[in-house]
């Protein structure tokens, strides 16, 4: 009897142990999984969000549109930060008040920089890059 618990007792702890760190591998690697796709819809986003700022003349079609999925986006994947500066700018819009988006585009910018370990580094006043049209 003796010899049966010998042998089965650290097969158990192995099988059990194994079984424990093979759970937390795969939990971490989902959250992982999660947080990596967040990042990188709230990046597209902040591009499109850029894409569309400021543009002479007005938006062209596309800008509005690739804009509008910009802020679903935020919406959808933002933390509470993120999705109240993105009401705020929805508010404006609709009530026609202006489109300030540097609330927006600095609460997705200090959020994905948390994110991914980055500085603090605050956003510059002139943060987009605009060519003018060729003639």
Known sequence: MTSLWNGTVPLLAAIIGGLIVHL???ARGSRNERRG?????LISA???IIAAAHRPGGEGAGHASAFEAAVNDVMLLGQQKEVEAAHRLLLALRDGSGTDLEPLLEALRTSL???LALDKTPLPK??????PPRT
Do not use: G, K, P, S
């Open 24 to 26: 937390t591998a795969a």
């Open 37 to 41: 796709r967040r990042v990188e819809h």
């Open 113 to 115: 920089r948390e994110e």
């Open 126 to 131: 002139h943060y987009f890059v605009r060519m």
């Open 46 to 48: 902040y591009q499109r």
